[in-house]
């Protein structure tokens, strides 16, 4: 498995994300609001190259796995324009899941609440990714791809792809996109995602496709009469990319391996709701 591959994809988008951020930084300013600040590019910026360098770390000391994987692939697929449909198709709905999961197992919220605790929503969002996904396990979402029998290569090419799309729809000054917006994820449905409203938490799961959250009951349209509230329901009140990164698990370990705790409510802090976890000072561990 080449681990070049996912950072030239991402290179190769750079020019296109620096442009869109301009752009949007243009259109915010002219509206008269504030939604860039130094200190959140810079979190988030550190939190991208964290991301990044964790991400080919994994890659190089899951290489052997992968390839080992492999060679249990139920077929010899080979390329072809419907076959390269079909990675993108499958690769996206399994990364519903793992979306889905992330917020529904502690274990993996840990790693993706630093991509949902900031409080403001532009492109730079985006970037906001977590090192410890390759701990948290996020890879194990893509081994079907491979044991279906799609090179390893190319499952990586894929979900560079995937997370490049979804740069696009970071932002508030996009809004709704006609037909568009019954197949595809878009703004208006990721703005939905990052609230933190009643009505909209844990909804939108999708990352190209929004046809599974349709599929699977999570889909909520944006309305108009709501005005959105980004970020988690404890704010993390920091810009240092390592408390933005760490204190879930920071909270989720403390918990887990509190002394006294019985070994099921253990086994709760760890892989079950993040709600259980939140609410642990009321319940008395």
Same mark, same amino acid.
């Given at each position: 498995?080449?681990?070049?591959?996912?950072?030239?994809?991402?290179?190769?988008?750079?020019?296109?994300?620096?442009?869109?951020?301009?752009?949007?930084?243009?259109?915010?300013?002219?509206?008269?609001?504030?939604?860039?600040?130094?200190?959140?590019?810079?979190?988030?910026?550190?939190?991208?190259?964290?991301?990044?360098?964790?991400?080919?770390?994994?890659?190089?000391?899951?290489?052997?796995?992968?390839?080992?994987?492999?060679?249990?692939?139920?077929?010899?697929?080979?390329?072809?324009?419907?076959?390269?449909?079909?990675?993108?198709?499958?690769?996206?709905?399994?990364?519903?899941?793992?979306?889905?999961?992330?917020?529904?197992?502690?274990?993996?919220?840990?790693?993706?609440?630093?991509?949902?605790?900031?409080?403001?929503?532009?492109?730079?969002?985006?970037?906001?990714?977590?090192?410890?996904?390759?701990?948290?396990?996020?890879?194990?979402?893509?081994?079907?791809?491979?044991?279906?029998?799609?090179?390893?290569?190319?499952?990586?090419?894929?979900?560079?792809?995937?997370?490049?799309?979804?740069?696009?729809?970071?932002?508030?000054?996009?809004?709704?996109?006609?037909?568009?917006?019954?197949?595809? &994820?878009?703004?208006?449905?990721?703005?939905?995602?990052?609230?933190?409203?009643?009505?909209?938490?844990?909804?939108?799961?999708?990352?190209?496709?929004?046809?599974?959250?349709?599929?699977?009951?999570?889909?909520?349209?944006?309305?108009?009469?709501?005005?959105?509230?980004?970020?988690?329901?404890?704010?993390? &009140?920091?810009?240092?990319?390592?408390?933005?990164?760490?204190?879930?698990?920071?909270?989720?370990?403390?918990?887990?391996?509190?002394?006294?705790?019985?070994?099921?409510?253990?086994?709760?802090?760890?892989?079950?709701?993040?709600?259980?976890?939140?609410?642990?000072?009321?319940?008395?561990?």
């Amino acid at each position: 498995m080449d681990t070049g591959w996912e950072s030239l994809t991402l290179l190769f988008l750079s020019p296109i994300f620096l442009l869109c951020m301009i752009f949007e930084f243009r259109i915010l300013k002219k509206q008269g609001e504030k939604d860039y600040s130094l200190k959140e590019l810079f979190c988030n910026f550190s939190l991208a190259g964290l991301h990044q360098g964790a991400d080919i770390i994994a890659t190089l000391l899951l290489m052997p796995f992968f390839l080992w994987l492999f060679q249990f692939r139920l077929f010899d697929i080979t390329l072809t324009p419907f076959t390269l449909f079909a990675v993108f198709i499958l690769q996206d709905f399994f990364y519903y899941w793992f979306h889905r999961a992330s917020h529904h197992v502690h274990w993996l919220w840990a790693s993706h609440i630093a991509h949902h605790s900031s409080e403001r929503m532009n492109f730079t969002t985006a970037f906001r990714q977590s090192l410890t996904y390759p701990i948290s396990g996020m890879w194990l979402f893509w081994t079907p791809l491979v044991l279906i029998g799609f090179p390893p290569k190319l499952v990586i090419l894929v979900v560079a792809l995937n997370l490049g799309f979804q740069f696009f729809v970071h932002t508030r000054v996009v809004g709704k996109l006609g037909w568009i917006e019954k197949v595809f &994820n878009t703004p208006s449905h990721h703005r939905v995602h990052h609230a933190r409203n009643p009505e909209y938490i844990d909804h939108n799961f999708a990352g190209v496709l929004i046809i599974w959250d349709k599929m699977f009951g999570t889909f909520v349209e944006e309305r108009q009469d709501i005005n959105i509230d980004y970020g988690i329901p404890k704010p993390i &009140n920091s810009w240092n990319p390592f408390v933005a990164t760490f204190h879930q698990w920071k909270t989720m370990l403390t918990l887990a391996l509190s002394p006294g705790v019985p070994f099921k409510r253990r086994i709760a802090y760890l892989f079950g709701a993040p709600k259980i976890a939140d609410n642990a000072e009321f319940e008395g561990k």
